[in-house]
Structure formats: C-alpha cells, structure tokens
T-cell receptor, first 110, second 115 residues
Framework: QQPVQSPQAVILREGEDAVINCSSS?????VHWYRQKHGEAPVFLMI?????EQKGHDKISASFNEKKQQSSLYLTASQLSYSGTYFC???????????FGKGTLLTVNP | EPEVTQTPSHQVTQMGQEVILRCVPI?????FYWYRQILGQKVEFLVS????????KSEIFDDQFSVERPDGSNFTLKIRSTKLEDSAMYFC?????????????FGQGTRLTVV
C-alpha cells in the first residue's frame, strides 16, 4: 500500500521554508526520501529508521514518527536548486521493495 | 563516484516486439531492482533480485517480464510482446544490502516508447 504525501504541490520564493509529509497505514521499518528533477533519475536524500530519529543534510532535514507512521521532510531557506518532485519511499520490515508515494512537486522561484 | 548505468537511454519499439533493457549496477552491490515510472506518475516497484534469483516482485511484473544477470556485471530486464501501456521510464537501482536501512542508487533510466 503506497504512502500518502501532502501537499501535492508547493510553490515557494527563494529563502522560504516548506514541509512535506508522508504517512502510511502500515507499520514501517524505514522511510526513504528522494528528489527527482524533470527527466532525471531519483536522487537519494536520506533514510530514517524506526526509532523516531531525525536527520539533517545541509538545510534539508527529516523526522520519522514511528507510532504515527509518518515522516516529514523540512526544507529551510529554500534554494532554486531544491526545485523538483520529492518522493517518500517506505519499506516494511520483511521486504526489499520501496513503495513510493505520488510525490510532491516543489517549485522554488527567485 | 560509482554509479548505476543504463542503456539505451531511449528505446522505441513496435507493439508486440521484445525489448531488453540493460543495467550495470554499482560493482560491489548485491541487490538489484527495476522500477517503472509512467510519464508524470509515481515511481513503481517491479522486481528485486539477489543471489541470482528474484527476491520480490510486484503485481505489474507478470509473465511478460523477466530479469537476468547474464554475467558478473550486467542486469537486464526483458519485456516480451510489448504493449502500448508499457511505455514508461524504466529505472534500474542497486544497493549494497537489502535491509531497510540501505540506500538504493538509481540509474538515469531508459525511456521506452511502444508505438
């Protein structure tokens, strides 16, 4: 069952912040975040494991609430290069596949 | 930096024909995957492969599809008797382990157009 992402799309001005949410109805082992620019491959951003951890990478960070089966991706002081579609991918504990959400289209304007 | 490479970048084929999409995973990775993305839609899992056999497959991966690791470096996806709805971007990915804490690296994709 695919995770649900919200919002579907967001438009920002450079320097603004955004939050992208990912939720699942099934118990999760991990949440993977990817960014995909138009016509390119998904690029790995970060993995969060169950245990409620948070991670950060430059001005992009994420949290994983295992009990709520939710993850959020935080983009602060957005840059033009952040534009793209963000996908969360979820994995249960006993399978190999990543099940991706439908994606959130982020557009950062000057 | 090591990367997953896919060939060809674009393949046009007639409906009913067979196509083989090729991938060279990162050399020390042990788990290999094929994903599909229909234009404008989400990335969908097709199959995972480990130790020369399929470890998991989705409902999409029916008898029309097969995967093979013919030698120590290549990983192929064969689509028999292609249909119009097979038109999509096909991504190969690989990971060092199959565990949920391991990132998967994606290739640049092969755009398959069935006419």
């Amino acid at each position: 069952q695919q995770p649900v992402q919200s919002p579907q799309a967001v438009i920002l001005r450079e320097g603004e912040d955004a939050v992208i949410n990912c939720s699942s109805s099934k118990a999760l082992y991990s949440v993977h975040w990817y960014r995909q620019k138009h016509g390119e491959a998904p690029v790995f951003l970060m993995i969060l494991l169950k245990g409620g951890e948070q991670k950060g990478h430059d001005k992009i960070s994420a949290s994983f609430n295992e009990k709520k089966q939710q993850s959020s991706l935080y983009l602060t002081a957005s840059q033009l290069s952040y534009s793209g579609t963000y996908f969360c991918g979820t994995r249960g504990g006993s399978n190999y596949k990543l099940t991706f959400g439908k994606g959130t289209l982020l557009t950062v304007n000057p | 930096e090591p990367e997953v490479t896919q060939t060809p970048s674009h393949q046009v084929t007639q409906m009913g024909q067979e196509v083989i999409l090729r991938c060279v995973p990162i050399s020390n990775h042990l788990y290999f995957y094929w994903y599909r993305q229909i234009l404008g839609q989400k990335v969908e899992f097709l199959v995972s492969f480990y130790n020369n056999e399929i470890s998991e497959k989705s409902e999409i991966f029916d008898d029309q599809f097969s995967v093979e690791r013919p030698d120590g470096s290549n990983f192929t996806l064969k689509i028999r008797s292609t249909k119009l709805e097979d038109s999509a971007m096909y991504f190969c990915a690989s990971s060092l382990r199959g565990a949920g804490d391991t990132e998967a690296f994606f290739g640049q994709g092969t755009r398959l157009t069935v006419v």
